[in-house]
């Protein structure tokens, strides 16, 4: 019997999970981790609030082949599974993938080719997994831009890969307005994912 490691806690598994378990659960919201099949916690209003107001102001702005207004370029979804390594597959609250690396939408489930962007929204239950485990796969993985939407502070931090460790790219704050990368060719009022109203 071999173990997976969630956090600090080890937990014995006869079979570490792959994409093909989460296919079984049908539509639960679930993720495997270290080969470990974990329940994404049901979002608060401020999670589902960050997650939709950043998906929609990228999908808007980048999205296709040109944004209304934006660069275009990419391709956002959100909540898709990502399937990083055979025992890693993730489902991010944003992904990006650009399009001269996927010319094609994504399609099919779970998604094999790794994002060049990913960001995920705090929750309490969640923090450290996004924080630490997700953290080290996204690295390991070559995920060029992890981002991390912080509700409770009103944080925005990016992150970026480089050589095999992230580095802090950006780091603003409710009331800021900045150009995050690798979405720089466009301003962002960071407090808009935060309960802001748009003027």
Not at 1 to 8: I, K, Q, W
Not at 93 to 112: A, K, N, V
């Amino acid at each position: 019997m071999s173990s997976a490691t969630l956090g600090d806690v080890s937990v014995p598994v006869s079979n570490l999970a792959t994409a093909r378990d989460l296919i079984a659960l049908g539509d639960a919201r679930a993720e495997v981790i270290h080969g470990v099949i974990v329940y994404k916690a049901e979002p608060s209003a401020e999670h589902g609030d960050a997650q939709l107001a950043l998906g929609s102001f990228l999908r808007q702005q980048f999205h296709r082949e040109s944004g209304r207004g934006g660069p275009g370029g990419w391709w956002i979804l959100t909540e898709v599974d990502v399937e990083l390594a055979a025992h890693e597959v993730y489902r991010p609250d944003i992904s990006g993938w650009r399009r001269e690396r996927m010319p094609e939408r994504p399609s099919g489930r779970p998604i094999t080719l790794r994002p060049d962007f990913i960001c995920e929204v705090l929750s309490e239950s969640n923090a450290a997994t996004d924080q630490v485990d997700k953290f080290r796969v996204y690295a390991s993985s070559g995920v060029p831009f992890y981002g991390i939407g912080d509700p409770g502070r009103k944080i925005l931090t990016i992150y970026h890969l480089e050589g095999a460790t992230y580095t802090v790219a950006l780091q603003a704050k409710h009331g800021e307005t900045v150009h995050a990368p690798p979405f720089d060719a466009i301003a962002l009022r960071v407090g808009l994912l935060f309960g802001e109203d748009p003027d």
